[in-house]
């Protein structure tokens, strides 16, 4: 089970770190992700990291405002997102699978949790 948190209504050029839990070890062991997807609106590859971390994959619309990072020890992954656009108001997804890849088949899914930029 998937458990992202961190959410929340900020202004523009503020940040924001979201966080995704897992409740089995085993995530340690698996790539995970973060995606978005406003009402109405197909799902949006925000970024991935491999198991170790060792490899990350961003959006071009996010690419040098967030940051993906992960602890295995805590079975946790992040989303630091700084600058902030109303752009990126949506619920955001964290996921599981085998490949930190936008278009590879991603196994597991938590919840949404909302971010809402005001202008």
């Known amino acids: 089970q998937l458990q992202a948190s961190g959410g929340g209504l900020v202004q523009a050029g503020d940040s924001l770190r979201l966080s995704c839990a897992a409740s089995?070890?085993?995530?340690?062991?698996?790539?995970a992700g973060w995606f978005r997807r406003a009402a109405g609106k197909e799902r949006e590859f925000v970024a991935a990291?491999?198991?170790?971390?060792?490899?990350?994959n961003y959006a071009d619309s996010v690419k040098g405002r967030f940051t993906i990072s992960r602890d295995n020890a805590k079975n946790t992954v992040y989303l630091q997102m700084n600058r902030l656009e109303p752009e990126d108001t949506d619920v955001y997804y964290c996921?599981?699978?085998?490949?930190?890849?936008?278009?590879?088949?991603?196994?597991?899914w938590g919840q949404g949790t909302q971010v809402t930029v005001s202008s």
């Open positions: 089995e070890p085993t995530f340690s062991s698996f790539a």
């Open positions: 990291i491999s198991w170790s971390g060792g490899t990350t």
């Open positions: 996921a599981a699978g085998r490949r930190p890849e936008s278009d590879y088949p991603w196994d597991y």
